[in-house]
Structures are given as structure tokens and as C-alpha cells.
């Protein structure tokens, strides 16, 4: 008997690397934020490679498997010890259902998120225009959601990819590219693991996702899988609410979620691209003499900074923006049920007036470039930023 009867089959999460340490014991790390680490004593050591198999395991077999591997003298209240370990290890992440998400974005956020956060077509035209973007563009967009903005460029070139976490997500592209009769590659894997994606691009892209990835596995990738000449796009937004705007307690400047900086926003992009262009100065240096191979695939010329462009963007806020915004995760530290929280919105959403709903996008594109002449972000003078529509 199994404390878990109800989850039949489990598998080791891809989420999770095994590591040893120099001393020889054993941990698995999380590989994507918030990159937790869980020791593994030599039973859970060898439940993680016994759930290993693509498709998952039953977890009666994964524990008579162990018990032979293992024989003990007393088989019941070993019986009891690996039970325990799986539940430690299923509490923690590291053995999932095997069609488990791996994201703290899943299924049920997809449809809000493709209806209540569209990708601005205003950026999607700036993008297309400053990437060069035409019909034989490789493209790939890094975290990509459900889609939104690699669904907009698949209309201008039948070469565009996502890579992307979670399966819900990728999922639903999938589903909409073949609504819309549009091609769409899709790569349900963790971008910190870019780098070892064998493909070359002309034009990747990340948009409001670079915070949950690790940016230097990032850079490292798209050093390797930039083309020449190819551009790479951080996209970077910031939610603007008036004080009064009914969801200001939750989404404002000021919540359980966080405290927004208080800097304007041209501020809090340009630290960002100074982080990227030294990144990429110190990762793309191919005058330093090194002998790892994904250097020595990144091509002669460096990616340096192209510019920085902004745009502000007024947009209904409503119970529906709320819905594809709040992951269950966010829910989670707010100490309340998902249904609570939700009714709570549905309740202030429905007393106010569509004026009082209204809120503002900022974003910024800061563009890359294998190539650029270096963008000077130090004396960079940001300028108005471009009024854009909704959606
Ligand atoms: C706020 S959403 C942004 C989605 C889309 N790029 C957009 O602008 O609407 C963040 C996305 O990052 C994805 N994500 C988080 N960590 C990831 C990782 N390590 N690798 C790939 N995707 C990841 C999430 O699953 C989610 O889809």
C-alpha cells in the first residue's frame, strides 16, 4: 500500500538535473526559478532514476523495483520510508505527474491570456520593421506564452518558433496556430537551456519573461544561435494603475505581490540594457581565444546594443486582464483561495465603469544586434514615449 493511490503514475521532473556532490552525495537543482535544491539521501537517489522513463512510472512498480534493488530486513516499514520519500519528493516538485505542468503558467491561463494580454500589434509592426522580418526570417520567441506575439509574426514568415515552458501554453499555440492555418514550431523546453538548442535565427525574441529566466543561460544562447546580422528583442512592460482603479490593491504599486520601483520607466529599462550589453560584450567576445565549442560557433561579428524604443499603451484592465495575470502561484502568496480571490475581483470589476477600468501599459523593445554600433545607454536621452493602441 502507497500513501498516494490516487496518482498512479509519476515521473521525474524535467525541471530537476541530478548533482553530485565532490564529497559524492547527491541533490537534484531546479533548473528554472525559483532554482530550488533538494538533497537526495540513496533511496530518493534512486527513485528519481527509477521514475525516470519517459511517460512516467507506476508507482507500485518504481517501489517493488526499489525494494529489490534494496532488499530490507524489515520490508514494511521500508515500505513506509519510500513512501514518505515520494511524497517529499512529489511535495517539492521533483517527481510530477507525467503530463504534469512545468510552468506556474498553465492550461486554464491560456484562453484569458491569448483574449485579456494580446501582444500589442503597434510592437509587433516595430519588431517586424527593426528585425527586418520577412518571409524567409527565422524567428524565435523565447517564452512565448500561448503565442500572442510568435502567432502575429507567423503571419509574415512560415519560419517562426516558440520555446516555452509550460505544456498548457505550449499547447494552446499549437491549437490556435492550426485554428488560424498558420505554421508554428514549438519547443515545450526551458529557455535557460538555449544553448543547447543545434538552430540558427535571424530574429529571437523574449517578451515580458526575461525576469523569470536565467539572463546570462540566455545570453549564452542566443550568442550561439543568433544568425549574422540577426536581432535579438527584450520587450520589457510595466503596468500602470491609477489609485483608484478598482484593482489597484492587487495589481497597483503597492501590493502583497510586491512593491513596483519607483523610478520612471525609461529608468528601469535603461539598468536593463546596460546588464545586457555588458552581458553580451563580456559572453560575445570572439577576439578572446577560448576553446568551448558553442564560442567558437558564435560567428566574428559581436552582438552589441541597437537601441532602445518606448511606447505607452492605455488598455482596459478588468476581471479578465486580472485572470490571465494572476498564475495560481501569484495566488498563493497573496494567503487566499483562488475562487476568493477571483469573486473579490469579479465583485469590484462589476461596480465600477469602464473609464474607471481604464489603466496604462508602458514598454520598451531594446534591440540587439550582431553588429550594432554599440548604443551609448549612459547618454541615452529617452525620449516621449510612442502612444500606441489597444490591443
Ligand atoms: C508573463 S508570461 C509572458 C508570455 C509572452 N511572452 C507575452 O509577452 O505575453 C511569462 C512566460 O514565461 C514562461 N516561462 C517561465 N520560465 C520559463 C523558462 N525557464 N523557460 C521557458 N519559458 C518560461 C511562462 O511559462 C510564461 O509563459
Known amino acids: 500500500?502507497?500513501?498516494?493511490?490516487?496518482?498512479?503514475?509519476?515521473?521525474?521532473?524535467?525541471?530537476?538535473?541530478?548533482?553530485?556532490?565532490?564529497?559524492?552525495?547527491?541533490?537534484?537543482?531546479?533548473?528554472?526559478?525559483?532554482?530550488?535544491?533538494?538533497?537526495?539521501?540513496?533511496?530518493?537517489?534512486?527513485?528519481?532514476?527509477?521514475?525516470?522513463?519517459?511517460?512516467?512510472?507506476p508507482v507500485e512498480e518504481a517501489m517493488k523495483a526499489l525494494l529489490a534493488l534494496r532488499p530490507a530486513a524489515d520490508p514494511l516499514g521500508e515500505q513506509k520510508r519510500i513512501d514518505r520519500a515520494i511524497a517529499g519528493m512529489v511535495a517539492a516538485g521533483v517527481l510530477i505527474a507525467p503530463a504534469g505542468e512545468l510552468s506556474r503558467y498553465g492550461k486554464a491561463m491560456a484562453r484569458d491570456y491569448l483574449v485579456h494580454r494580446p501582444f500589442p500589434t503597434g510592437l509587433v509592426g516595430h519588431l517586424r520593421r527593426a528585425g527586418g522580418i520577412g518571409g524567409q526570417s527565422r524567428v524565435l520567441d523565447l517564452a512565448s506564452g500561448p503565442g500572442s506575439l510568435a502567432l502575429a509574426l507567423a503571419e509574415h514568415t512560415p519560419h517562426v518558433s516558440v520555446m516555452e515552458l509550460s505544456r498548457g501554453f505550449v499547447a494552446a499555440a499549437r491549437a490556435e496556430a492550426k485554428r488560424r492555418g498558420l505554421a508554428l514550431g514549438?519547443?515545450?523546453?526551458?529557455c535557460n537551456r538555449l544553448v543547447q538548442l543545434d538552430a540558427s535565427f535571424d530574429?529571437?525574441?523574449?517578451?515580458?519573461?526575461?525576469?523569470?529566466?536565467?539572463?546570462?543561460?540566455?545570453?549564452?544562447?542566443?550568442?550561439?544561435?543568433?544568425?549574422?546580422?540577426?536581432?535579438?528583442?527584450?520587450?520589457?512592460?510595466?503596468?500602470?494603475?491609477?489609485?483608484?482603479?478598482?484593482?489597484?490593491?492587487?495589481?497597483?504599486?503597492?501590493?502583497?505581490l510586491g512593491d513596483k520601483l519607483a523610478v520612471p520607466f525609461a529608468e528601469q529599462v535603461r539598468p536593463l540594457?546596460?546588464?545586457?550589453?555588458?552581458?553580451?560584450?563580456?559572453?560575445?567576445?570572439?577576439?578572446?581565444?577560448?576553446?568551448?565549442?558553442?564560442?567558437?560557433?558564435?560567428?566574428?561579428?559581436?552582438?552589441?546594443?541597437?537601441?532602445?524604443?518606448?511606447?505607452?499603451?492605455?488598455?482596459?484592465?478588468?476581471?479578465g486582464f486580472a485572470r490571465a495575470f494572476l498564475s495560481d502561484r501569484h495566488i498563493a502568496v497573496l494567503g487566499q483561495t483562488?475562487?476568493?480571490?477571483?469573486?473579490?475581483?469579479?465583485?469590484?470589476?462589476?461596480?465600477?465603469?469602464?473609464?474607471?477600468?481604464?489603466?496604462?501599459?508602458?514598454?520598451?523593445v531594446l534591440h540587439f544586434r550582431r553588429g550594432a554600433a554599440d548604443f551609448d545607454w549612459a547618454a541615452w536621452s529617452p525620449p516621449e514615449?510612442?502612444?500606441?493602441?489597444?490591443?
Open 1 to 57: 500500500m502507497t500513501l498516494m493511490p490516487a496518482v498512479a503514475r509519476l515521473t521525474a521532473s524535467p525541471n530537476f538535473s541530478l548533482c553530485q556532490a565532490a564529497n559524492g552525495s547527491a541533490y537534484v537543482v531546479g533548473e528554472v526559478e525559483p532554482y530550488p535544491q533538494y538533497w537526495l539521501c540513496e533511496r530518493e537517489r534512486l527513485l528519481f532514476a527509477l521514475f525516470g522513463r519517459k511517460g512516467g512510472v
Open 385 to 391: 514615449p510612442e502612444a500606441i493602441a489597444y490591443p
Open 186 to 190: 514549438a519547443i515545450n523546453e526551458s
Open 273 to 319: 540594457f546596460r546588464r545586457l550589453a555588458l552581458l553580451f560584450g563580456a559572453l560575445d567576445a570572439p577576439d578572446v581565444e577560448r576553446h568551448d565549442p558553442a564560442h567558437a560557433r558564435a560567428g566574428s561579428t559581436p552582438i552589441a546594443g541597437a537601441g532602445i524604443s518606448l511606447f505607452r499603451q492605455e488598455r482596459p484592465m478588468g476581471e
Open 338 to 364: 483562488a475562487d476568493a480571490v477571483q469573486r473579490d475581483i469579479a465583485e469590484r470589476c462589476s461596480v465600477a465603469t469602464p473609464d474607471q477600468l481604464m489603466g496604462a501599459m508602458d514598454w520598451a
Open 203 to 256: 530574429v529571437i525574441t523574449v517578451s515580458q519573461a526575461l525576469h523569470w529566466l536565467d539572463d546570462v543561460a540566455v545570453c549564452k544562447g542566443v550568442c550561439r544561435t543568433l544568425a549574422a546580422a540577426g536581432s535579438f528583442f527584450v520587450i520589457h512592460a510595466a503596468m500602470d494603475l491609477p489609485e483608484s482603479h478598482p484593482l489597484a490593491h492587487i495589481l497597483g504599486n503597492r501590493t502583497p
